[in-house]
Structures are given as C-alpha cells and as structure tokens.
C-alpha cells in the first residue's frame, strides 16, 4: 500500500478545507468591514486573489495530471512545480492552495529520496495554520518520512494520539509498520487489525494488502523472526 495518500485524496481534503472555512471567513469579514459597498469591494478583491491562487495551484497540477503514470516526471517539471508551490506559499501564505501546493512538493521529494526536503515542505505545513483535516494528512506524511529517516518511536509518538477522523485505517496501518520496525509484533497486529475493520476505501487491494500485514505480524510471524534472527 502507498505510505502517501493519492492526489485524488488531496484535492478531497482539499475542498473539506473550503467548506469548513470559505464561509466562516466571509461571515468574519462581513462583521469587521460592515457596509454594503465596503463589504463588495473586498468580495470582489478576495474573489480575484482566490481565482489567482486556484489558478496557480491548478496549473501545477495539471502538470501532475498529464503525465502517464508509469513515466517519471522530468527535472524541468520537477522544477516548475517546486517554483509555483513556492510562489503559493510566499504568496498565499495560509492558504489551503499554498498548504497543498507544499503536501505535494513534499511527495516529489520523497520519491526523490529527498526525506530533508519532505520533512521541510511537511512541517512548514503543520506551522501555518492548516485546517484539521489538512494537519491530520501532513503529520501522517510527516510521521512516514520521519520513520524512513530512521526516527521511527518519534514516528509512532507523532501519531499515536491524534485523532485521525476519516484516516484512521492510514494511521493504524502506519502504527502497525512502526512497530514491526520496533520488533513490537503484537501491538503490530492490533493496529493492523484496526486498520483492516476501520477501511473504507472498498478497495480490494488494500484489504489484501493489510490481510498479508496481519498474517505477518501474527505470534507465529514474531516467532519465526526471533528464531531467524538467532540463526
């Protein structure tokens, strides 16, 4: 199973973040400015930066979007898609453009093996005002990469108190590969268990994916690993 969540995932967080916070924040402002033209002026302003950002951040997706998934992106692409998630979070410091355009500079950096960068792009996210939803995916993305650089009880430490909502299967199945890491096969299968009965996906493969998990981290599995590990 992928250790990141997919792109489609993002783009759903993505909008949970605008229904949670696109009318809270236009009610706020409605209060502050008060006033039917001064209330107009501003809409159509924020309106106009809105569709600059979305533009920006659709664009880089596009790039995404257009490749073939068996073909690695390019170094120019690379590089054009670095260059506007860092033009959106210079610019639209806070948004939820700027907090995706960052989750997936991250993802570049991982499957480039650069873990520094991911942890970077990963906690400047978490250090700029993300919605619940959008914290709860960063710190799960954070907490792998942490465990890829070989911190992994500060992985499992990352996440073993947060209440993940709607990614609990993701985080129970990323506790039970830290504690495999661990040599802890036993907390290993509970997780994966929980991880198993709490998917949602429908997804066929991931149900396999966690069975094969939990086979593995069975009494039996741990038995077989110690007497390996002897020989």
Same mark, same amino acid.
């Not at 939803?133 to 499992?156: D, F, H, M, P, Q």
């Given at each position: 199973?992928?250790?990141?969540?997919?792109?489609?995932?993002?783009?759903?967080?993505?909008?949970?973040?605008?229904?949670?916070?696109?009318?809270?924040?236009?009610?706020?402002?409605?209060?502050?400015?008060?006033?039917?033209?001064?209330?107009?002026?501003?809409?159509?302003?924020?309106?106009?930066?809105?569709?600059?950002?979305?533009?920006?951040?659709?664009?880089?997706?596009?790039?995404?979007?257009?490749?073939?998934?068996?073909?690695?992106?390019?170094?120019?692409?690379?590089?054009?898609?670095?260059? !506007? +998630?860092? *033009?959106?979070?210079?610019?639209?410091?806070? @948004? $939820?453009?700027?907090?995706? %355009?960052?989750? #997936?500079?991250? =993802?570049?950096?991982?499957?480039?093996?650069?873990?520094?960068?991911?942890?970077?792009?990963?906690?400047?996210?978490?250090?700029?005002?993300?919605?619940?939803?959008?914290?709860?995916?960063?710190?799960?993305?954070?907490?792998?990469?942490?465990?890829?650089?070989?911190?992994?009880?500060?992985?499992?430490?990352?996440?073993?108190?947060?209440?993940?909502?709607?990614?609990?299967?993701?985080?129970?199945?990323?506790?039970?590969?830290?504690?495999?890491?661990?040599?802890?096969?036993?907390?290993?299968? !509970? +997780?994966? *268990?929980?991880?198993?009965?709490?998917?949602? @996906? $429908?997804?066929?493969?991931? %149900?396999?994916? #966690?069975?094969? =998990?939990?086979?593995?981290?069975?009494?039996?599995?741990?038995?077989?690993?110690?007497?390996?590990?002897?020989?």
């Amino acid at each position: 199973m992928a250790n990141h969540l997919s792109e489609e995932e993002q783009i759903e967080a993505f909008k949970s973040w605008w229904a949670e916070n696109g009318l809270k924040s236009v009610a706020a402002v409605v209060i502050v400015v008060g006033g039917f033209f001064g209330w107009q002026g501003w809409n159509d302003a924020q309106q106009e930066r809105a569709e600059q950002g979305s533009a920006i951040y659709g664009d880089m997706l596009e790039i995404v979007n257009n490749q073939r998934p068996d073909e690695p992106l390019s170094a120019d692409k690379q590089a054009s898609i670095n260059a !506007t +998630a860092d *033009q959106l979070k210079e610019e639209y410091n806070g @948004s $939820g453009y700027a907090h995706f %355009a960052a989750l #997936l500079k991250a =993802k570049l950096a991982v499957d480039n093996d650069d873990l520094e960068l991911a942890v970077s792009e990963l906690e400047w996210v978490l250090n700029n005002n993300p919605t619940a939803t959008t914290a709860t995916l960063a710190t799960l993305r954070l907490a792998r990469v942490e465990s890829a650089l070989g911190n992994v009880e500060k992985a499992l430490q990352m996440i073993e108190t947060v209440d993940a909502g709607d990614m609990v299967s993701a985080y129970e199945e990323a506790k039970g590969d830290f504690y495999v890491a661990l040599g802890n096969y036993d907390a290993a299968y !509970t +997780a994966y *268990q929980k991880a198993l009965d709490t998917d949602q @996906s $429908g997804d066929t493969r991931v %149900a396999s994916i #966690l069975r094969l =998990k939990l086979g593995q981290a069975k009494p039996s599995a741990k038995e077989e690993a110690v007497t390996d590990q002897a020989e």
